[in-house]
C-alpha cells in the first residue's frame, strides 16, 4: 500500500487509490452507523463510525479530504477535549490506526481515546504522484522517479494543513489543541521530520516510521543542523521506527536503520531539555511490514493511558 512505497530509494511501485464505489441503491441507509451494521446486498464495506469531509486548498486549487474518527466516549461527554492524531497516507493509515486503537483498549485502557484524522492524496491524483509532491522536501527526486514527475511540494503542503486542515479540525471537533500529533511512514514521515525542524508548534507529538532520510543526499540532516544554529530547545515527543532489515545487506538502496540512528544521536546531542525521543529498530521487519507494529509502539509512547503506566 502506498503508506509503504517510498522508503528506499525506489518509491515508485504503488497499489493506486481504489476508484469510487456506486452509490448504494435509495432504500439501503446511508451508512453503516453500529459495529455489525454493514449494509449488505453488494454494497461496500464502510469504516464504521467514520466521518468524510472536503477541505480544499485555496492556493493550489486541488480538493483534498479528510477522514475523521471520534473516540467511543466522545458523545457522552460533551465538556471534553480529546487529543487530535493526524495521519498521512490516509487510504491506508486511517482504518490501520483506527483498528489499533480500538484493539489496545479491547481489555481496559491502554491508550488515552483520541480522535482520528486521516490526510488524503489530492483528489484525482494517484497516491504516489500526490504523496511525492506533498511530502518531499525539494524538487531532486530519486532518479528512479519518472521523468514528469514533480517533487518538493511540502512547504505548500504544511501552509495548508496549518491554514485549511488544522482550523477546520479544531472548529467542527472538540480537540485538544496543544495536544496534536503527526503520523507519517516513509514520505510521510519526511514530512513530519520537515515540520519538526521548520514549525516544531504545528504538532506536540511525531511518529516518524522508516523516515526516508536518504532523500536529496540527507537534506533533513542538514535542515536539522539549521535548527539546532538558531534553537537551544525542541519542545516535542517523538517516536522513530525502522526495521531492521531495511538496510543493503537486505536488499535496499538506502541504509535505513545508520540514517535514523544517525538523526537519533544528532538531537541527542543538543540535549534539549523538552525534546522527550525515543527510536526503535524493530527485529524481523522490512520496508513493507513495519508499519503496523511502528504504528502500535508509536501510539503507546504517544498515548499511553496513566491507568496503564
Known sequence: ?????????????IVPAATAAAAPAASAPEKASTLGGQRG????????????HDVKDP????????FVALPPSYADNPERRYPVLYVTDADYAF???????R????????????ILV???????????????RDYTPTPRGPSSAPADAVHGGAASYITYLRGQVLPYVANHYRTDESRRLLLGHSYGALLG????????????????????????HNVMSRLEKDYAGRHDDLPASV??????????AFGNDADMVADARRMQTALTAHRYPSLRLKLDVLNDEDRLSVAPRGLTHGLKYLLGSAEEG
Do not use: H
Open 1 to 13: 500500500m502506498s503508506i509503504l512505497v517510498g522508503c528506499a530509494k525506489s518509491p515508485d511501485a
Open 59 to 66: 492556493v493550489s486549487g486541488r480538493d483534498y479530504q479528510v
Open 193 to 216: 521530520t520537515q515540520i519538526l525542524f521548520t514549525d516544531p508548534g504545528l504538532f506536540s507529538g511525531y511518529i516518524v516510521g522508516s523516515p526516508s532520510y536518504w532523500y536529496d
Open 95 to 101: 482504518p490501520l490506526a483506527r483498528q489499533i486503537g
Open 41 to 52: 446486498n453488494g454494497l461496500p464495506y464502510e469504516v464504521v463510525g467514520s466521518e468524510v
Open 118 to 132: 486521516g490526510l488524503s492524496y489530492a483528489m484525482g491524483d494517484d497516491g504516489m504522484t500526490s504523496r511525492r
Open 239 to 248: 517516536y522513530m521506527y525502522v526495521g531492521e532489515y531495511e538496510t543493503p
Open 103 to 114: 484493539r489496545l483498549n479491547v481489555e481496559g485502557p491502554k491508550l488515552e481515546e483520541f
